[in-house]
Structure formats: C-alpha cells, structure tokens
C-alpha cells in the first residue's frame, strides 16, 4: 500500500531568521555607504496583551537587523483627534522613515480615518487605500505584511503557485483579500485561480476540498478539520487565537484556524503555529521599512 509521504514543514520561524541576516548585511552596506539606519515607528494604544507581544517583536527585530525604532505608547482613553496628531507628527518627521499603528484600535477610534492620515510612502503596514489600490492594479507599493510573508515563504520554499487552485478563507483588508490578489496576479508566486471565502460562503467544505492550495485567515481555532482539505494539499494556516488554557506557563496557548495535527498528514506542505506565517510577518515589515528608508533618501 502507497504511503503519503510526511508532511514538509513551511518554517516561517528558520526561514525568518536567515531572511533577517539578509536585511541586516543590506543595512550594514546601506550605513556603509554613510546613510543613516532605518527608522521604524510603533503606535500602541492600550494594554492589550497580544498587541503589546506583537510590538515588542517587532521592535527586537528591528535591533537585531540594525533598524532604529521607536515605540510610542498610549492609553486606551486616548482621543481620535490626539491619535490623528500623533500620525500627522510622524508623517512630518524626516527622522522617521515609516510607521505602524497597531490594530485593533479602541473602538471610540476611526481606524479606517487613522489608517488613511497615515502617509502612504511611509504606510510599511500597506494598509492605506493608496496602497491596496497600487496592489489591486499591479503597482509598486507596500505590500501588506503578513501577505507578503506568506507570498516569500512559497518563494523560498519554492511551492509551485502557477495554476493551482488557491482557496483563501477569510476577506479582510489586511489579510484575505490583499492574498487573494497576491496569488490571482500575473507572477511567481501567483498566477493561480482563486477563491475567496468568507462567512456567508456555503459549504466551505466543499470549496476548500478544490484547493491546492489553503490559506486559512479566519481566526476561529481549529476549525479546518482533516476532511475539508485535498490529498497532498499545500495548508497556511495564518490564524493566531489565544484560547485558555491553565496548564501552560503564561496560562493560554496559540491556536490556528487548522486541526494542525489531523490535517498534516494530509499536506504536502504546511505552516506550523506559533513559527509559520507569524515570523514572515515581521520580516515583511522590515523589508518594506529598509524600502522606505531607501525610497526616502533617493528622492
Ligand atoms: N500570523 C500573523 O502574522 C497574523 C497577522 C494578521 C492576522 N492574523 C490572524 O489571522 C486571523 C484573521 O485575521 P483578520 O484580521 O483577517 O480577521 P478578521 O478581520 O476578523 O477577518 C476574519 C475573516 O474570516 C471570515 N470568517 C469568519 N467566520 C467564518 C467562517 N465560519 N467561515 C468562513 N469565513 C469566516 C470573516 O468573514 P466576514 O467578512 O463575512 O465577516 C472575515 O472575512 C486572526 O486569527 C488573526 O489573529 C495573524
């Protein structure tokens, strides 16, 4: 009887690392040339847990590649107007040479107003609808991060994309609908047919069971089972859920949308969480920063 060979392992976390050694000799050469180092900012409003982890990666990532970064922390009471100043203060600032606001935002904030006064050529989040608009027509611009990441994993990995069927579930603005157009697009990666899905999708069982590919960017834990995905699939699993639980050290684990250990049998490739499209994320944010530092001084 055949066997299915075991699952490779799409190791955002590894790959991360080497990727980060990669930007870290292009700023030596950057400062090198007498360029300052790039400069990424962080907004962070609130006490939220998860937000503050986020961060505070994303600030050591930046000292271990050579970055400057600077955090600026907020209190959850903060108003929608004293946020607006705060970006407005960032975009004017010639030492910075990009910027993050941290979602989720309170909700007496208007992300949607706070993401679209952020300037665009320093947006290293791409969420700006300048942004999503460049990427939509197949312009330069930044690309969202945690698509971005996902998109250099099956690069490096070197998962085959051409005319493959992609099943994304999950149409966020700054996940599932950037990733469908990223793998839809006329390039490698990309050039696949895909299909978004989203909760009013009927019978995701049946789409996912088309998909060559599964991205799965929902944030329900474990709810893609090992009978809604193909033999020999390729799964990305980018959910990330905090769900309880008393016997682990900071008293919660990391759960992401895919049953991981019913459905990697299954897969010829998969992401594994925490360590897959978690890390790609954070390099991602670097890679766009050190373009923005790059674009900014060759203006
Ligand atoms: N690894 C990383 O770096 C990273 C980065 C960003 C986000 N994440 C994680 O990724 C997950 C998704 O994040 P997000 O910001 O995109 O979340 P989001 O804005 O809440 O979007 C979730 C999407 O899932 C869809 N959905 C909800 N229930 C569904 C169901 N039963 N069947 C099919 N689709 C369903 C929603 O559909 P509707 O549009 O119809 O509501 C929505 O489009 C979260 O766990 C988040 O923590 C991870």
Redesign the pocket.
Known sequence: MSQTPPPQILDGKGLSERIKDEIASEVTEWTGQGHRAPHLAAVLVGEDG?SKTYVDHKVRSCERVGFKSTMVLRPADISQRELLDIVHGLNEDPNIDGFIVQLPLPNHIDAQAITEAIDPTKDVDGFHPVNIGNLALGLPGFVP??PA?IITLLERFEVPTEGRHAVV????S???TPMSLLLSRSGQPGNCTVTL?????QD?QEHCLQADILIA????PE?IKADMVKEGAVVVD????RVKDVTAKRGYRLRG?VAYDEVAPKCSWITPVPG???P??IVSLLRNTLLAAKAKAEA
Not at 169 to 172: A, D, E, L, P
Not at 217 to 220: D, E, I, L, T
């Open positions: 998860a991060a945690t990441g579930i999950g149409r966020s700054i996940v599932g899905c989203h909760s009013r999708t995701l960017a929902v944030g329900r709810m980018v959910g990330i859920t949308d897959g499209v978690g790609m994320t």
